[in-house]
């Protein structure tokens, strides 16, 4: 019998796109609307970090506005908290995101499946990765609307500081990226990577000083300096100095920051993508890309 009929029955009529561009923009496009398919997820994710920077909102009542205006960060601590929070929240849903979607695909055994077909896993990786971003870009944008526009919390908004605050922002991104991947990379391989990402979003969020001044630490000497291995330390030093306390980028502290988080992007991001392409690499040599 030929076999003819039968792979003409399974051939698509449309040519597939070669384009890494077509292929990262389905694998972000297919992602959102299984996203929107859960609203109620949705609702309830955003009012739990809304509610969170209401609680902090009323915490600031008891800080003493002095030691924030000391450090440069303005005199409000709800602001401080404002920032704080809605970025680190923003950062670490999206560097956990790719990690958790390897992880859901090797469970439901559809990674095997994507590797096989013509799209280019790079495309595939950076899709993940994207829609990560673009779906917490929401979540960022709803707590900042509550911080400002329900709580009235005061920022520091102008061309000036909204260049700086930008300049930041995709400098925090690509210098922690690389964790995301170093994440992704070890999940492949071990299938669970909850626990380093928990640990990494744990120490992060209380070495940075995502609620206090982190000038506090020095008081103790090894934190301290553990801190200032973190690249979200600095980034969340000059978004505050920028939207809470009106600085520019280039004024000294935050160009220091800035210098500081590019560095890290050239240090970090060729280790991350090593691990990445390492994890793949080593689940496509061992035959395990469909074991959980």
Known sequence: MSSSPIIELFKEETRRSKSTFRQVYAVIWANLKILLSYKYWVVTDFLSTAASIVMYFFMGLQVDPAQLAARGYGEDYA??????IST??????CLSRLSHSIQHDIRGGTLE??????IKMGAYFLGQTVRGY?????FLAGTLSVGLFVLRIPLQINLSTLTAA????????LSNQAIGFITAGIVMVHKRGDPVTFMLAGMNEFLSGVLYPL???KQF?????????????YALDALRKTLTGGAGMFSPDVYYDLVVLVAFSVILLPIGLKVLKWGYDTIRRNGTMATY
């Open 88 to 93: 680190s929240q923003y950062l670490w849903i």
């Open 79 to 84: 602001a401080f908290a404002l920032v704080g």
């Open 113 to 118: 499946t994507v590797a096989v077909t013509q």
């Open 166 to 173: 930008f300049v930041t922002f995709l400098l925090m991104i």
């Open 221 to 233: 000497p090894p934190l301290y300096a553990l801190a200032r291995l973190f690249p979200y330390t």
């Open 215 to 217: 000038d506090l630490l």
């Open 134 to 138: 673009l779906i917490s870009l929401f």
